[in-house]
């Protein structure tokens, strides 16, 4: 009888769970089949994989090479905003004068809106009155200011910095708690057993916080795929389509043409390749923990 | 005792539940009658005046009380749609040229026949209005309350100081002129170009001035049926638009919006610059008077110039239990004395026909190139984007990303015509 008390108690968590998740996702994945565009919805129907068909045959917008700026932009953004955030967190690491005011300041970028900040770099790499621009040639490394954004070869590598920009905080914070955690005892241990700092850092550092680092990379990863909004200020998605991704093209899709059904299928095979994307990560952790073991 | 704590908190969070469920219940029963409006053009000033009119409203009629919505812009269509179809008791909404149709498809707008035909202001709309008020279906929809129509930002100071003392009338004199300008090495260009977000609504009209017979209910098809961009004089008015992006724009104007366009306009790095009135405000707060004027669009090859009038007005859904009422209020926001008021600081172009000829602000100064296209049917021909085609509000994304591809030389003229007659096919 107490039992069940506590069972009840799970109710309003899960109402809310189902509510404002669970019941929008399966209604999201309906529409995925279905003709439903708020152009006119008297035409609502279901049409099978035709959404599916026409957002991966469009012969203006290639498909594949939207793939292929998701893989870009994904992986471009997530290495150098570990490896940096990484470097970071074990900077902040031992105390010194000012650190919680440095700190403060340095993650100060992960509470900022995407879209600020997408307008904000796109200023920044104005291709004619921009900073950065100007920097370089004031520098002396350029001779005519290029256009960051105009041109289809740079402009995802120019996307992708502020996008660096932004992730780096996170992993910071996180490693950084997670590096507070780990016990002195243990270093003090390696250093009796002769360990030098890199070995410290292979030895005890990385396998202690593993955990953080598993889950902040699963993390992010579905936040930078799913993350349109500095594309969206900076390029939206052009020139020539070369900084398109999967969530921008839904954007395009859902607000600009008001085609929930074709959003929803680009919604849906996010959702698919994250799936498959998790499954075979998490697969290789657990494989590469067996080896360590 | 615990049992009796969990049954209380059922008891709290079905009340909770329930207390919007009691509260409209009440509502209605006392006081003053509410009214909701929801604009879609969201902008701080324009908030503020419109909250100025409502006050003024509200003195009036005390029985009245207007809740204003205002939906950030860049949300503001979709979720404005979304109250709609979940059929939220709205009574007046912001009905825009491109928001129009779908909402009359999906049966959400009430026909404004009746109020118009008793409103003693009707006559003294301009033709203009009447047109763009029956869009669909030939039947008024909404009331208009402002409209965009494109002039020719000039910087005079920039031309003459390259020795230019007269303007361009035709679109050949706008390129050229902007070409001689253009000095790469002193980060000198000429045409503030527009290379993303809804680009095709200057490129387009530039371009297709040069065809003879646009249809005027479609500026993408001639009179005889062909698609407008397949004939001859399109083909070289699209190399030649090219030609202006080549030498007479900087490289980076390919991902130019609205703000870079305006900021290069102010700097006086591209002294032409093609936009809306509503420009005015943004162009006059930055500038002195004496340094920029506005020109009426340069006239194509065709010896006319195609202009598309973007507007937006008002409108009572069906959801409305006080249409009444709600016209009552957008009869008096779009009066010609509010109308004329409000466009003064908004800066788009009012409605009445009382005004141009009442009011001297919208016949001199800027508002000189405006009215001079307005009433110059033989040079100015008002025409129509497709807006009640379903393929409409995807082709701003397909024209940006070929054009783009086009201009940056990865398509031939000919291959991005083709892209274009294939998606409206």
């Known amino acids: 009888m107490e039992k069940n008390h506590y069972r009840w108690m799970l109710v309003p968590a899960l109402l809310f769970l189902l509510l404002f998740i669970y019941i929008p996702v399966a209604r999201g994945a309906v529409m995925a089949f279905q003709h439903y565009n708020l152009f006119d919805l008297s035409t609502l129907r279901f049409n099978g994989l035709d959404n599916f068909k026409a957002v991966i045959t469009d012969k203006n917008i290639s498909f594949a090479q939207i793939l292929l700026n998701t893989v870009v932009w994904l992986f471009g953004s997530l290495i150098f905003q570990f490896v940096l955030g990484f470097g970071l967190a074990l900077l902040l690491r031992k105390p010194f004068a000012g650190r919680g005011l440095y700190t403060a300041f340095v993650f100060y970028g992960w509470a900022l809106s995407g879209f600020a900040i997408g307008l904000t770099w796109a200023w920044l790499f104005n291709g004619q009155a921009g900073l950065v621009n100007d920097l370089l040639i004031r520098i002396g490394i350029l001779k005519q200011p290029i256009g960051f954004l105009s041109n289809p070869r740079l402009a995802m590598m120019s996307v992708i910095i502020p996008n660096i920009w932004y992730g780096v905080p996170f992993f910071g914070i996180m490693l950084l708690a997670a590096l507070q955690s780990v016990p002195n005892e243990l270093y003090e241990a390696a250093v009796l057993d002769g360990a030098g700092s890199v070995r410290k850092f292979v030895s005890v550092t990385v396998p202690y916080i593993k955990p953080t680092i598993v889950s902040t990379i699963l993390l992010r990863t579905m936040w930078i795929v799913n993350f349109p909004d500095l594309i969206y200020a900076m390029t939206n998605g052009g020139p020539v389509n070369r900084t398109n991704i999967l969530a921008t093209q839904m954007i395009n899709k859902v607000f600009k043409e008001y085609d929930y059904g074709q959003g929803s299928a680009i919604g849906v095979i996010i959702m698919v390749l994250l799936f498959v994307y998790a499954i075979l990560y998490l697969k290789i952790v657990e494989d590469s923990k067996e080896e360590l073991l | ?425």
């Open chain 2, 1 to 425: 005792m615990k049992n009796r704590i969990t049954v209380l908190f059922v008891l709290v969070l079905v009340l909770l539940l329930l207390s919007p469920v009691f509260a409209a219940g009440t509502k209605e029963a006392a006081g003053p009658v509410n009214l909701t409006f929801v604009e879609t053009i969201t902008s701080p000033s324009r908030t503020a005046q419109i909250m100025e009119l409502i006050a003024k409203y509200e003195a009036r009629n005390p029985n009245v009380k207007i809740n204003l919505v205002s939906p950030p812009y860049e949300q503001s269509d979709n979720k404005l749609t979304l109250m709609l179809n979940s059929n939220q008791e709205l009574d007046i909404i912001e009905v825009r040229d491109h928001t129009v149709k779908q909402f009359v498809n999906n049966k959400k707008l009430v026909d404004l026949t009746p109020y118009l035909a008793a409103w003693d202001e009707g006559d003294d709309l301009l033709p203009l209005t009447i047109a763009a008020a029956n869009t669909v279906d030939d039947t008024p929809y909404l009331l208009p309350q402002f409209f965009y129509v494109k002039g020719l930002f000039v910087r005079t100071d920039v031309l003459a100081k390259y020795g230019f003392t007269t303007m361009p009338k035709t679109t050949d004199e706008l390129y050229a002129m902007s070409k001689a300008i253009t000095g790469k090495d002193r980060n000198q260009y000429g045409f503030g170009f527009r290379g993303k977000g809804s680009s095709f609504k200057i490129s387009d009209i530039l371009i297709l001035s040069d065809v003879p017979n646009i249809s005027a209910d479609n500026i993408y098809q001639t009179e005889d049926g062909r698609f407008a961009f397949s004939t001859p004089e399109a083909r070289k008015a699209v190399a030649a638009y090219v030609d202006l992006y080549k030498h007479a724009v900087p490289s980076d104007g390919v991902n130019w919006g609205f703000s870079e366009q305006v900021n290069a306009f102010i700097s006086g790095s591209t002294p032409f610059l093609v936009q809306d009135p509503d420009t005015v405000g943004m162009v006059a707060d930055a500038l002195d008077p004496e340094l920029y004027t506005v020109i009426p669009m340069p006239i194509g090859a065709s010896g006319k110039t195609y202009l598309d009038y973007g507007f937006a007005g008002l409108g009572i859904p069906t959801t409305s239990k006080h249409p009444d009422l709600a016209w009552d209020f957008i009869s008096f926001m779009i009066n010609a004395e509010n109308n004329a008021d409000f466009c003064k600081v908004y800066g788009p172009l009012p409605v009445h026909t009382s005004t141009y000829a009442n009011d001297p602000f919208f016949s001199s100064g800027v508002y000189k190139s405006w009215e001079t296209e307005m009433s110059d049917p033989d040079n100015y021909v008002f025409v129509k984007y497709p807006l009640d085609s379903p393929k409409y509000p995807g082709w701003a994304q397909v024209q940006e990303q070929t054009m783009q591809s086009l201009l940056l030389g990865n398509t031939t003229v000919d291959q991005a015509i083709k892209s274009w007659e294939d998606y409206w096919k």
